[in-house]
């Protein structure tokens, strides 16, 4: 059956490790918000897939089922609700799955990773315009490092602007260190580490108003509750809000379930959407980040099975949220939410 596989499940640091089938709330009915099923992702259900959209289409491709990684690349068409395959990935290109990827100057890119055995550091550009792969500039290794220490998996990658960038991971360590990638010159750039105490792995991003903010993640095994705004016009980061109960105030009392590691997230309008992942076990709230305000307020949880090392995108202005496991179940399935709308669970 497509939609559920059941496999082995292999020990590993990331996304391989069983996570409890339960979600750790009951999709909640008195909250705003609905999620609508959508068109199946045609290629076979995975988990640590990636993501980037190039005009008014998404790509999603990449990732693991338990038994096989994969290098296919599917597109979406949210007009019409519809996908489409594209160019497989070359025989070059290792198959991964947790990579990174970004859009910058109409293409896109696909670089880090695992292959179940070695964290990568190759970068792979997209172009849709032809349909065709070529390998640019790995990710770097840092200054003064040994060969091969910027391989990586679990980075958050996002695109600004003409430039992608690449953020934090696990190296063989935690790390919290910023690359930007210049397709001009197919040349990275050391910028400015994150200014948090900790490292991440399986971070998120939002991208608004030029603008990065990294949230969630693990660190050594404990969810991250820091957050942080990158702004590449002066190459700053700025501390927001911890996602934590912290102040003496109301609105912070149901942070705690914020914190999770291996979510997705978009950006619809000027907020911003955090959903699915895990913390222990799979969780299911979904929040809506107010860049203006820096304060996150629940929606309605993500009504599916719940999942983590799902993938999400936004295109058109329309969030959607596609693939992702539960212990051994990998999915393949495709929802959009709806933010406004009243909670039906009838679609």
Same mark, same amino acid.
């Given at each position: 059956?497509?939609? &559920?596989?059941?496999?082995?499940?292999?020990?590993?640091?990331?996304?391989?490790?069983?996570?409890?089938?339960?979600?750790?709330? #009951?999709?909640?009915?008195?909250?705003?918000?609905?999620?609508?099923?959508?068109?199946?992702?045609?290629?076979?259900?995975?988990? %640590?897939?990636?993501?980037?959209?190039?005009?008014?289409?998404?790509?999603?491709?990449?990732?693991?089922?338990?038994?096989?990684?994969?290098? #296919?690349?599917?597109?979406?068409?949210?007009?019409?609700?519809?996908?489409?395959?594209?160019?497989?990935?070359?025989?070059?290109?290792?198959?991964?799955?947790?990579?990174?990827?970004?859009?910058?100057?109409?293409?896109?890119?696909?670089? =880090?990773?695992? #292959?179940?055995?070695?964290? &990568?550091?190759?970068?792979?550009?997209?172009?849709?315009?032809?349909?065709?792969?070529?390998?640019?500039?790995?990710?770097? *290794?840092?200054?003064?490092? =040994?060969?091969?220490?910027?391989?990586?998996?679990?980075?958050?990658?996002?695109?600004?602007?003409?430039?992608?960038?690449?953020?934090?991971?696990?190296?063989?360590?935690?790390?919290?260190? &910023?690359? @930007?990638?210049?397709?001009?010159?197919?040349?990275?750039?050391?910028?400015?580490?994150?200014?948090?105490?900790?490292?991440?792995?399986?971070?998120?991003?939002?991208?608004?108003?030029?603008?990065?903010?990294?949230?969630?993640?693990?660190?050594?095994?404990?969810?991250?509750?820091?957050?942080?705004?990158?702004?590449?016009?002066?190459?700053?980061?700025?501390?927001?809000?911890?996602?934590?109960? &912290?102040?003496? @105030?109301?609105? #912070?009392?149901?942070?705690?379930?914020?914190?999770?590691?291996?979510?997705?997230?978009?950006?619809?309008?000027?907020?911003?959407?955090?959903?699915? %992942?895990? !913390?222990?076990? !799979?969780?299911?709230?979904?929040? @809506?980040?107010?860049?203006?305000? *820096? =304060?996150?307020?629940?929606?309605?949880?993500?009504?599916?099975?719940?999942?983590?090392?799902?993938?999400?995108?936004?295109?058109?202005?329309?969030?959607?949220?596609?693939?992702?496991? !539960?212990?051994?179940?990998?999915?393949?399935?495709?929802? @959009?939410?709806?933010?406004? *709308?009243?909670?039906?669970?009838? *679609?």
């Amino acid at each position: 059956m497509k939609h &559920l596989k059941n496999l082995v499940i292999i020990a590993t640091s990331f996304i391989l490790i069983g996570v409890a089938c339960t979600s750790t709330t #009951d999709t909640p009915t008195s909250l705003i918000g609905n999620w609508m099923k959508r068109s199946a992702f045609d290629g076979n259900g995975r988990a %640590g897939a990636v993501s980037f959209v190039i005009g008014d289409t998404a790509y999603v491709g990449t990732g693991f089922d338990g038994t096989i990684r994969y290098s #296919d690349f599917w597109a979406y068409n949210p007009t019409n609700d519809a996908w489409s395959q594209r160019a497989i990935m070359p025989s070059a290109a290792i198959k991964r799955n947790s990579a990174a990827a970004f859009a910058a100057g109409g293409k896109g890119y696909v670089t =880090t990773g695992y #292959d179940g055995v070695n964290r &990568l550091q190759d970068t792979w550009e997209f172009n849709p315009a032809t349909n065709t792969w070529a390998q640019k500039a790995n990710l770097p *290794d840092p200054p003064n490092s =040994t060969a091969g220490s910027g391989a990586r998996y679990g980075a958050v990658g996002f695109g600004i602007g003409t430039k992608g960038y690449i953020c934090s991971g696990y190296t063989g360590t935690h790390t919290k260190d &910023l690359w @930007e990638y210049n397709p001009a010159t197919d040349s990275w750039t050391a910028k400015a580490s994150m200014n948090t105490s900790d490292k991440r792995t399986g971070a998120v991003a939002f991208v608004y108003n030029n603008q990065a903010y990294i949230v969630t993640g693990t660190n050594n095994g404990t969810v991250v509750t820091e957050m942080a705004m990158y702004d590449p016009a002066t190459d700053k980061w700025t501390k927001k809000r911890d996602i934590a109960n &912290l102040s003496s @105030e109301a609105y #912070d009392d149901a942070y705690i379930s914020i914190v999770r590691g291996n979510a997705v997230a978009f950006v619809i309008g000027d907020k911003g959407y955090l959903a699915t %992942g895990d !913390n222990g076990a !799979n969780v299911r709230n979904t929040w @809506e980040y107010n860049f203006a305000t *820096d =304060t996150w307020v629940e929606k309605t949880g993500f009504e599916r099975s719940d999942r983590s090392s799902a993938t999400g995108f936004a295109v058109k202005g329309r969030g959607f949220v596609t693939l992702g496991r !539960n212990s051994t179940f990998y999915f393949d399935n495709l929802d @959009e939410f709806k933010p406004a *709308d009243t909670f039906n669970a009838n *679609d």
